[in-house]
């Protein structure tokens, strides 16, 4: 089981803003490890959507943020479109498991 | 321009063997670390170890110690992900990885994916 925890699911309908939570604890995101956030279009591998906890790589609408704060992380999606449905994953650094890197849980974005 | 290409999907028999690669082009592959990713049917990304082309440090997650073996072969840019004895729950689709620079930094670049099935 993962250390990352994220809603199971989250919807919105177009142009509103949906946020994902990715809960943590003091050996990752609280110990001050990077969070990095990506999305998985169906059928296809993951892409990076944001680095470094608030970074967007070129190419990403700026629709997409990523914040932390104490031992949780969060990626907002404003102005939802229905392209953005997909499954998003935060990743971190953890010092509990090795030394290692863990992906969360897993949200599905669901646009009505 | 970066690219990881995987091997092709395979089909195995519980307790065969199997060794899958992925090959790095477009960039210094002995500069950045290579990671392994499951993705089994409907389910979520598991981060399940990586390697550092340039000197083979390798690192495991807790849950993959001892079930796989990740090498790479550095004359040939490729890395692997290998098993010495398949289970059914081995069934999935696994992903290489680039990991940005540095072992705690994000992945970005991915290979395209090797679905690997073991069925009797």
């Known amino acids: 089981q993962s250390v990352l925890t994220q809603p199971p699911s989250v919807s919105g309908a177009p142009g509103q803003r949906v946020t994902i939570s990715c809960t943590g604890s003091?050996?990752?995101?609280?110990?001050?490890?990077?969070v990095h956030w990506y999305q998985q279009l169906p059928g296809t591998a993951p892409k990076l959507l944001i680095y470094?906890?608030?970074n967007r790589p070129s190419g990403v609408p700026d629709r997409f943020s990523g914040s932390t704060s104490g031992t949780s992380a969060s990626l907002a999606i404003s102005g939802l479109q229905a392209e953005d449905e997909a499954d998003y994953y935060c990743q971190s650094y953890d010092t509990s498991l090795s030394g290692t890197q863990v992906f969360g849980t897993g949200t599905k974005v669901t646009v009505l | 321009e970066v690219q990881l290409v995987q091997s092709g999907a395979e089909v195995k028999k519980p307790g065969e063997s199997l060794k899958i690669s992925c090959k790095g082009s477009g960039y210094s592959f002995t500069s950045y670390w290579i990671a392994w990713v499951r993705q089994m049917p409907g389910k979520g990304l598991e981060w399940m170890g990586l390697?550092?082309?340039?000197?083979?440090?390798?690192r495991y997650s807790l849950s993959f110690r001892g079930q796989v073996t990740i090498s790479a072969d550095k004359s040939i840019s490729t890395a692997y992900l290998q098993w010495s004895s398949l289970k059914a729950s081995d069934t999935a689709t696994y992903y290489c990885?680039?990991?940005?620079?540095?072992?705690?930094?994000?992945?970005?670049?991915w290979g395209q994916g090797t679905l690997v099935t073991v069925s009797s």
């Open positions: 390697i550092y082309p340039g000197d083979s440090d390798t």
């Open positions: 990885a680039r990991h940005g620079s540095g072992v705690a930094s994000s992945i970005d670049y």
């Open positions: 470094g906890n608030s």
């Open positions: 003091s050996s990752n995101i609280g110990a001050g490890y990077d």
